[in-house]
């Protein structure tokens, strides 16, 4: 018993790749008082999509991401792209909610590292 245990995925839901290198597409997420939260992003080339917090935003960003994760496993499940599934995020956004996207926000990013900047300030 002294070598490492394997574990093996058996079943888990569809989920988008986490990284990328190519060019994103992203948008960011406030709360009602319009203050950033975080952001959510999306590359088709790799099928990637995720959501990255803002470290400004603390405890109440980090939390409002699990619904924005929520809603991207949601479109993956669905068989959506992640691009159409950020599409589908902007279009349903509702700025009466506690978090919302922004839709002025919606920009392209040269990449990933580009969005992870934005969220450290």
Same mark, same amino acid.
């Given at each position: 018993m002294t070598e490492p245990l394997q574990f093996d995925e058996v079943d888990s839901p569809p989920r988008?790749?986490?990284?990328?290198?190519k060019r994103v597409r992203y948008a @960011?997420?406030?709360d009602r008082r319009g203050t950033v939260l975080g952001y959510v992003w999306a590359n088709d080339e790799d099928d990637a999509a995720g959501w990255k917090v803002r470290r400004a935003g603390g405890?109440?960003?980090?939390?409002?991401g699990a619904l924005w994760v929520a809603k991207l496993h949601d479109a993956k499940a669905r068989?959506? @792209?992640?691009t159409a599934a950020l599409t589908?995020?902007?279009r349903e956004s509702d700025p009466e909610k506690p978090s919302h996207i922004v839709s002025e926000s919606i920009a392209e990013a040269e990449s990933l590292e580009i969005v992870k900047t934005l969220a450290q300030k």
């Open positions: 988008y790749a986490t990284s990328t290198d @960011a997420v406030a405890d109440e960003a980090f939390n409002m068989g959506l @792209a992640p589908e995020m902007v």
